[in-house]
């Protein structure tokens, strides 16, 4: 089974997706009801910058594959089969479950695992064309078919067993204290006194350690806006190295220009751009920049690589072979000019053509080795890429 080497793990969409889309035996809150348009953006935004930095995302699914109609209905049917030509796109079926007691019983865990063995939790079809009824334009028939053929093979599996200590992981982080600051005290993992929603909140946690487990046994990196490791930030310090997300986020400010989280949100949110912007050649060149980076946890550090980047930039003049191909390229060049010239003022200079035809050849090659072989010539530095997002900004702001 393939792991998620370089790959964001995304569990916040198929939460989103499951407390808004799918009803449930809790009514949302008022409040909760008011707060879905701004999680919905904010949640798009960490999407769309993550297919730019990244080489992948694998959601997360609990049954209904939810995220993918939503992905289908922002970024059109045709941008999901170029992400998944691309390699960007895959699924995770979630088939473990952190469930708890509604009833306390003493001597009883409030919390336990489990594992879902039929439906929409195990089968990946089923999965793809149930969340694909939720669609708001629904697809033909013949589409459906093509989009099942090429999703299901994408889907990865929870490796079996890794559910089993998550719930005393989670029972002895309860009674130590390490969860006060989520607002449940410590106390006996036995003889416990929690109440409804405290015992909802165990449950989170222990699915959010879940998560963590999997993308950590994955290689995977997890979501800049996702708490999968909320559990274990009062007992580990931070990674050493910053994420990508990170990294261009202290690029940008120092470009003097605004999180592309929120840049994105300014522009209306335009997920049509995705495509076209990851597949630009500048996006391509960036991500594979970015992974040059080797265990950089200072933004000032980020910042200080960046800006020696730009200072050496690497075209393909900058080798051997390359300087040899600018040779000969301008001798042909050189030849062709040269006789253009000498046909073209023959009739003007009369006995001093010679002398004045190199002059003019030079200058001509210098006018051609700028403009004609430019791109060649000055290499390629990540403020392109940058500046191509400045660009799409300004594209949207007038």
Not at 145 to 172: A, H, Q, W
Not at 242 to 262: G, R
Not at 347 to 372: C, F, N, Q, R, W
């Amino acid at each position: 089974m393939r792991d998620l080497n370089g790959a964001i793990f995304n569990t916040e969409l198929n939460d989103l997706c499951r407390k808004y889309l799918i009803k449930g035996p809790v009514e949302l809150t008022h409040n909760e009801t008011l707060e879905f348009p701004k999680k919905y953006n904010e949640i798009k935004s960490s999407i769309f910058e993550s297919f730019i930095l990244n080489k992948e995302i694998n959601f997360k699914i609990e049954g209904e594959n939810i995220p993918l109609c939503v992905l289908v209905n922002e970024i059109g049917l045709r941008g999901i089969e170029e992400l998944i030509d691309d390699n960007a796109l895959s699924f995770t079926l979630w088939e473990p479950m952190i469930f708890h007691m509604t009833d306390k019983i003493d001597g009883l865990i409030p919390i336990a695992a489990g594992r879902y063995n039929s439906g929409p939790y195990v089968d990946p079809e089923e999965s793809i064309n149930l969340g694909l009824g939720f669609m708001r334009s629904p697809l033909k028939k013949g589409e459906i078919r093509s989009l099942t053929r090429k999703i299901r093979d994408l889907y990865l599996f929870v490796p079996k067993g890794i559910e089993n200590d998550c719930v005393s992981i989670t029972m002895s982080a309860l009674e130590s204290g390490k969860l006060e600051s989520l607002g449940l005290p410590a106390q006996d993992k036995i003889n416990n006194n929690l109440s409804a929603e405290e015992k909802n909140t165990l449950s989170k946690c222990a699915s959010d350690l879940l998560s963590y487990k999997y993308l950590v046994r994955k290689h995977a990196s997890a979501s800049p806006t996702s708490n999968v490791q909320i559990l274990l930030n009062d007992s580990i310090k931070k990674p050493l190295a910053m994420s990508k997300e990170n990294i261009f986020s202290a690029i940008l400010k120092l470009e003097d220009f605004p999180d592309i989280k929120a840049s994105f949100q300014s522009m209306g949110l335009p997920m049509d751009e995705l495509i076209r912007v990851r597949k630009n050649k500048n996006s391509k060149k960036f991500r594979k920049w970015l992974n040059t980076f080797n265990s950089i946890s200072d933004p000032i550090e980020a910042q200080r690589y960046y800006l020696e980047s730009i200072q050496n930039p690497k075209g393909l003049f900058d080798s051997f072979l390359g300087k040899s191909t600018k040779s000969i390229a301008m001798m042909i060049l050189g030849a062709y000019v040269g006789a253009q010239v000498d046909t073209s003022i023959g009739p003007y200079v009369g006995a001093l053509g010679s002398k004045v035809a190199g002059p003019i050849t030079d200058y001509i090659l210098d006018m051609a080795d700028e403009y004609l072989l430019a791109e060649l010539t000055k290499g390629w530095t990540p403020k392109i890429f940058i500046d191509d997002i400045k660009q799409l900004s300004f594209k949207y702001s007038v």
